[in-house]
C-alpha cells in the first residue's frame, strides 16, 4: 500500500509564498508523473502543476511564473513552490502521483491541505 501526505499549506498574506510538500511512502517501485491540483467549494478540482519522472514541467495558465514544481527522486518527494500568492490562489491543494509498487501500479491521492491567501 502506498500513501501520498502534504504539508505546508496555511494562511498568508497576497504576496507571500507557501512551499508545499508531498512526500509518498510504501513499497514504491517507480513513480511516474507527480502533480499538485486544487480545489475551491462547488468547483471542479484542477490541474495545477505536473512533473513527469524526467523531470518536464508543466503549468495552469493562471500560476506561470509564480509557481515552481520539483521533485526529489530519492526522497520519493514532489514540491510545490507558490510565490507572489493571490486571494485567487486559495483553496485545498491535493497532490498526485502515478505510483508502481511490485505488483501493480495505482494513482494516489494525497488527504489535501489547505492553503489560504489573504488579501
Known amino acids: 500500500q502506498v500513501q501520498l501526505v502534504e504539508s505546508g499549506g496555511g494562511l498568508v498574506q497576497a504576496g507571500g509564498s507557501l512551499r508545499l510538500s508531498c512526500a509518498a511512502s510504501?513499497?514504491?517501485?517507480?513513480?511516474?508523473?507527480m502533480n499538485w491540483y486544487r480545489q475551491v467549494p462547488g468547483k471542479q478540482r484542477e490541474l495545477v502543476a505536473r512533473i513527469t519522472s524526467g523531470g518536464s514541467t508543466d503549468y495552469t495558465e493562471s500560476v506561470k511564473g509564480r509557481f515552481t514544481i520539483s521533485r526529489d527522486n530519492a526522497k520519493n518527494t514532489v514540491y510545490l513552490q507558490m510565490n507572489s500568492l493571490k486571494p485567487e490562489d486559495t483553496a485545498v491543494y491535493y497532490c498526485?502521483?502515478?505510483?508502481?509498487?511490485?505488483?501493480?501500479?495505482?494513482?494516489?491521492w494525497g488527504q489535501g491541505i489547505q492553503v489560504t491567501v489573504s488579501s
Open positions: 510504501g513499497s514504491i517501485s517507480s513513480i511516474n508523473a
Open positions: 498526485n502521483a502515478m505510483i508502481s509498487t511490485y505488483a501493480y501500479t495505482t494513482a494516489s
